[in-house]
């Protein structure tokens, strides 16, 4: 199972950390990843990180904004957001893919959090 948190409402420009805890389980072992979505739009891809950190993926939308890391230890993976913009405004989803190295494509990830809404005023 998989926990969303850190959600909020932010002014433009500001910054929110999401946090993924994984209980019940490891994900130590796969990859993660983050989508969001808006209302009436399909759930899209933001960011992914492999098994061991070492490699990090993003959405053209959030390069150089958003940071992703991991701490296996923990069973924890983070989203920073820096610089938000009102279209980052979503519900933003963590999941487990099946493999250790996965990136966008959603159908590969198994196990889903529940989401935490962001909203960024501007």
């Known amino acids: 199972q998989l926990q969303a948190s850190g959600g909020g409402l932010v002014q433009a420009g500001g910054s929110l950390k999401l946090s993924c805890a994984a209980s019940g389980g490891t994900v130590g072992g796969n990859a993660m990843g983050w989508f969001r979505q808006a209302p009436g739009k399909e759930r899209q891809f933001v960011a992914s990180i492999t098994w061991n950190g070492g490699n990090r993926y993003y959405a053209d939308s959030v390069q150089g904004r958003f940071t992703t890391s991991r701490d296996n230890a923990k069973n924890t993976v983070y989203l920073q957001m820096n610089s938000l913009k009102p279209e980052d405004t979503a519900v933003y989803y963590c999941?487990?893919?099946?493999?250790?190295?996965?990136?966008?494509?959603?159908?590969?990830?198994?196990?889903w959090g529940q989401g935490t809404g962001v909203t960024v005023s501007s």
């Open positions: 999941a487990r893919h099946r493999t250790r190295w996965g990136t966008y494509d959603r159908r590969q990830y198994d196990v």
